[in-house]
């Protein structure tokens, strides 16, 4: 292992997909549907909760990425203002095939949030390999199909 102890960057919380009006029309028949489906049959709640559903879907969706500082050190991985140990990680992987660019992938030992997911500039890959490797096991690892579900719908 060379001497490099940290490596920080800045990047996007997340890939923000800029959604055009039809997003937003095809949002608004499916929650109409869904309206129109639960007043048929008399289920007012539901036909509330579709529509506050709906509406934060569309919040949500028009919600621009902040700038989220990102590092990678001897002591742990810092994601935003939080610092994961390496004692709270079980595994890494770094994943140069996708085609928004290289990702590093962390295998929490926490249960609400198994997987956590950092973007990484190019430059920095082998710097990030290198602080990684012998602090924490390399285990092949994916995103969840729902994040990639997610993504593939523009969130």
Same mark, same amino acid.
């Given at each position: ?25 095809? &949002?608004?028949?499916?929650? #109409?549907?869904?309206? $129109? /489906? @639960? !007043?048929? %049959?008399?289920?007012f &709640?539901?036909?509330?909760? #579709?529509?506050?559903? $709906? /509406? @934060? !879907?569309? %919040? ?21 203002n ?70 593939y719908?523009?969130?």
């Amino acid at each position: 292992m060379d001497g490099v102890r940290a490596v920080s960057w800045e990047a996007p919380e997340f890939y923000f997909t800029e959604k055009k009006g039809d997003w937003y029309f095809a &949002l608004s028949i499916i929650v #109409a549907g869904c309206v $129109g /489906a @639960a !007043l048929l %049959l008399g289920n007012f &709640l539901f036909a509330l909760l #579709a529509l506050i559903g $709906g /509406a @934060a !879907l569309a %919040l949500s969706a028009s919600k621009r990425p902040a700038t989220v500082p990102f590092a990678v050190t001897v002591r742990g991985v810092r994601l935003g203002n939080r610092l994961y140990p390496f004692s709270h990680l079980n595994a890494y992987y770094i994943d140069e095939e996708d085609p928004r660019g290289p990702h590093l992938l962390l295998l929490a030992k926490r249960k609400f949030m198994p997987l956590m997911i950092m973007p990484i500039p190019p430059d920095y890959l082998d710097e990030v390999e290198d602080i990684m490797r012998g602090r924490l096991p390399e285990r092949h690892l994916e995103e969840p199909l729902f994040v990639k579900l997610l993504e593939y719908f523009g969130f």
